[in-house]
T-cell receptor, first 111, second 114 residues
Framework: GQQVMQIPQYQHVQEGEDFTTYCNSS?????IQWYKQRPGGHPVFLIQ?????EVKKQKRLTFQFGEAKKNSSLHITATQTTDVGTYFC???????????FGKGTKLTVNP | NAGVTQTPKFQVLKTGQSMTLQCAQD?????MSWYRQDPGMGLRLIHY???????DQGEVPNGYNVSRSTTEDFPLRLLSAAPSQTSVYFC?????????????FGPGTRLTVL
């Protein structure tokens, strides 16, 4: 079945540094979603990308969807301690109603 | 709106016991799902439902049963708990997956099986 792979698994940065997490699918995705989970919390939806090559920004967060719709990235500029958490990508398994999540990237920020 | 609610928040079971994790949503969402989250494993789909009376298996369905008799409720049943089922369980809901499909997650149930 479809796999959604995310790298890196962990990332530790100094406050103010940039951060990027990458998501790769073994098959073409109709859309991709990104979620953030704070420590001890539940996943919270950040954004959905649908179009090939799409780029969306939310303040310091930039989301990209690859031209082939098989990869995506989340980039955070000038990280803050409030960015701490685990970031997940997720995509519908081709032809089904199953939403498959990557294993996530856990971000820690040193103040 | 309460959103997605889950009960209980914490549960400790002994091996072999059965229990039901409750999930309810008040957003009239058609799509509901159950995930388990284990360290380093991300979120793995257990079962999902596209509407009342319709359920299907996810990635890791063994040892779990579900039913969807109403739009609002989607309980997850553990038939005979095993230590391997120690995990954090999240219920989620959304409009149909094919459309704009932001998943709303409940607060989770932390289950320990001894």
């Amino acid at each position: 079945g479809q796999q959604v792979m995310q790298i890196p698994q962990y990332q530790h940065v100094q406050e103010g540094e940039d951060f990027t997490t990458y998501c790769n699918s073994s098959t073409t995705l109709s859309n991709i979603q990104w979620y953030k989970q704070r420590p001890g919390g539940h996943p919270v939806f950040l954004i959905q990308l649908v179009k090939s090559g799409e780029v969306k920004k939310q303040k310091r967060l930039t989301f990209q969807f690859g031209e082939a719709k098989k990869n995506s990235s989340l980039h955070i500029t000038a990280t803050q301690t409030t960015d701490v958490g685990t970031y997940f990508c997720a995509g519908p398994q081709g032809g089904s109603e199953k939403l498959v999540f990557g294993k996530g990237t856990k971000l820690t920020v040193n103040p | 709106n309460a959103g997605v609610t889950q009960t209980p928040k914490f549960q400790v079971l002994k091996t072999g016991q059965s229990m039901t994790l409750q999930c309810a949503q008040d957003m009239n969402h058609e799509y509901m799902s159950w995930y388990r989250q284990d360290p380093g494993m991300g979120l793995r789909l257990i079962h999902y439902s596209v509407g009342a009376g319709i359920t299907d298996q996810g990635e890791v369905p063994n040892g779990y049963n579900v039913s969807r008799s109403t739009t609002e409720d989607f309980p997850l049943r553990l038939l005979s708990a095993a230590p391997s089922q120690t995990s954090v369980y999240f219920c989620a809901s959304s409009y149909q997956l094919a459309d704009y499909n932001e998943q709303f997650f409940g607060p989770g149930t932390r289950l320990t099986v001894l």
